[in-house]
């Protein structure tokens, strides 16, 4: 597995460029993957530019990854050379803690390892990700793609997809609840097409009225400008829960009165400040919840896959080569896609 071609960060400040890396031969319980095609996440961008501690260079981003097997080891019995599968944020945990044991391995309190920066137990390095023509995985960490899925679009599944299900999940949405959706973006597209496929009523909160043709196509049922006051005031103690993908510091405030009595507000977007002070009598009088999610476990990841492929549901898409990576940075800076850059990886072998 030597020799795999990549895009790599240098530095906080350099852009990305191709790298050489080795992959590790497999083990009994490896799959080792071709990978096909792979999304492009706001976080491989904050990390390969530095925002996050610990970032390790050369660093090579991407966990939203479509591949097909080339080869299993000799224990792997899940899947076979030429399965199509993917590979999200995780590749390694303890898979033993109590944590783990719950099908929980995001939260693996011996250390889950994610796909890129993370520790590797086996050549005691760091993971490199995606962005690169094959990868090397336990059999464990590897989903299975349904057939007939559009490989491109289903790779942002991979991370925007689990984050997005994964809350509406854990607060059991379903027909006759209403869901607030903050913000039209790689999460908040998600968002709005998995709570429609659940049949809840979805309101987009946004503040761009401009959006509102869009989030209507993608499944939202009513679109609130967060900027205008009095739409702000006719969704106050409307929805049942409210999955906000902002990650940029805001006003928490609108949205818990947006929440009815007992309704939780779900933050997936990660801002780089702390969010302003809320009033937090309009949480205790309502006895409403304020709560975090991220990714899921391998298991729930693997129920949203089939989720998806049941009510045909993939990610709006913008197909990249991997040499235009850096202007698809800077796009994404500008929020100008709609509503995830996948990189043709073919476009690395040439």
């Known amino acids: 597995m030597a020799n795999t071609a990549a895009y790599a960060a240098f530095s906080a400040a350099a852009p990305l460029a191709p790298w050489t890396l080795d992959r590790r031969a497999p083990t009994a319980r490896d799959v080792a993957i071709e990978i096909l095609y792979c999304g492009v ?46 590979v ?6 303890c898979l033993h803690c109590d944590s783990c044991a719950e099908g929980l391995e995001q939260h693996c309190e011996n250390g889950a390892v994610g796909t890129y920066n993370g520790k590797d137990k086996h050549s005691g390095g760091v993971t490199y990700g995606g962005y690169s023509t094959q990868i090397v995985v336990d059999e464990h960490f590897v989903l299975k793609i349904p057939a007939g899925m559009d490989l491109a ?31 039209l973006g790689g999460l908040g597209h998600m968002a709005i097409k998995l709570a429609h496929a659940m049949g809840a009523r979805v309101l987009l909160f946004t503040t761009r009225a401009s959006k509102a043709e869009d989030g209507q196509r993608l499944g ?26 902002v990650a ?38 309502h006895r409403r919840n304020i709560s975090g999610s991220q990714i899921g476990g391998i298991a729930e990841t693997q129920e ?15 197909m990249i080569a991997m040499q235009d990576i850096n202007s698809a940075y800077a796009r994404m800076l500008k929020s100008d896609v709609r509503y995830r850059f996948v990189i043709d990886m073919a476009t690395l072998r040439q």
């Open 88 to 93: 999200g944020c995780l590749v390694d945990s």
């Open 248 to 285: 940029a510091p805001h006003d928490l405030d609108p949205y818990v009165n947006a929440l009815k009595r007992s309704g939780t507000l779900v933050l997936i977007g990660i801002p780089d400040q702390p969010h302003p002070g809320f009033n937090v009598g309009n949480i205790v009088f």
């Open 304 to 318: 949203m896959l089939d989720f998806c492929a049941a009510h045909n549901i993939t990610a709006d898409i913008e």
């Open 153 to 183: 679009a289903a790779a942002p599944l991979l991370c925007a997809g689990i984050t997005t299900y994964s809350p509406l999940r854990r607060w059991n949405v379903q027909a006759g609840m209403t869901v607030g959706v903050v913000g």
């Open 220 to 245: 939202a049922d009513e679109v609130v400008v967060s900027t205008d006051a009095a739409q702000m005031k006719s969704a106050r103690r409307r929805c049942d829960v409210i999955i906000d993908t």
């Open 41 to 86: 996440c706001h976080s491989d961008l904050h990390a390969a530019r530095g925002d996050w501690r610990g970032i390790q260079y050369p660093f090579v981003p991407g966990h939203e990854i479509v591949g097909r097997v080339t080869a299993v080891g000799s224990q792997v019995t899940q899947h076979k050379q030429g399965d199509v599968v993917g």
